[in-house]
T-cell receptor, first 111, second 110 residues
């Protein structure tokens, strides 16, 4: 079984819709992250969380929100999706070693 | 602001043709430099962490090295299954974020 899972794996939505991407991990890590990946731009950090009560903005948080429901769950929401939020979204986790381990990704298309 | 630049953007190799990928970085005190491999449609897979200049790590046909300004990922006698995008990232001291480069896409032809 995968250590970091993301749902859904693929999603098509329309401009203005609210959507949620979910991430679960079984690694027992405290730290969780959300990134987006665009061609030629690499991975950019959206939000990160060190524990359930500690959530921080990354470099591109505008238009996104997150919820850390439990140590193992970290959700990313797009309050009102727009086409330039079309991207690959990755969740990652890290423990004491600080090495980040990534999930399989969610491919999001906003029409 | 931390910056990571990877070159070349793409690299096409013949099976068995060794080569190197470059990762140049600027960071206000390096906690660690990370290499990941990413296959199409999948999440990045962790390969190595390097912490100080002069450090080297190896895994199968891959060898990563680190200086104060750059890191190299050497691919020795590559095989088609080494085809992937290789990502470099840095983490600064007193920081828990990673700053990623755009990656180098390696294609190995049989």
């Amino acid at each position: 079984d995968a250590d970091v899972t993301q749902t859904p794996r693929n999603r098509i939505t329309k401009t203005g819709k609210r959507i949620m991407l979910e991430c679960s991990q079984t690694k027992g890590h405290d730290r969780m992250y959300w990134y987006r990946q665009d061609p030629g731009l690499g991975l950019r950090l959206i939000y990160y969380s060190f524990d359930v009560k500690d959530i921080n903005k990354g470099e591109i948080s505008d238009g996104y929100s997150v919820s850390r429901q439990a140590q193992a769950k970290f959700s990313l929401s797009l309050e009102s999706a727009i086409p330039n939020q079309t991207a690959l979204y990755f969740c990652a986790t890290a423990g004491g070693s600080k090495t980040q381990y990534f999930g399989p990704g969610t491919r999001l298309l906003v029409l | 602001e931390d910056q990571v630049t990877q070159s070349p953007e793409a690299l096409r190799l013949q099976e068995g043709e060794s080569s190197s990928l470059n990762c140049s970085y600027t960071v206000s005190g390096l906690r660690g430099l990370f290499w990941y491999r990413q296959d199409p449609g999948k999440g990045p897979e962790f390969l190595f962490t390097l912490y100080s200049a002069g450090e080297e790590k190896e895994k199968e046909r891959l060898k990563a090295t680190l200086t104060k300004k750059e890191s190299f990922l050497h691919i020795t006698a590559p095989k088609p299954e080494d085809s992937a995008t290789y990502l470099c990232a840095v983490q600064a001291l007193n920081d828990y974020k990673l700053s990623f480069g755009a990656g180098t896409t390696v294609t190995v032809r049989a």
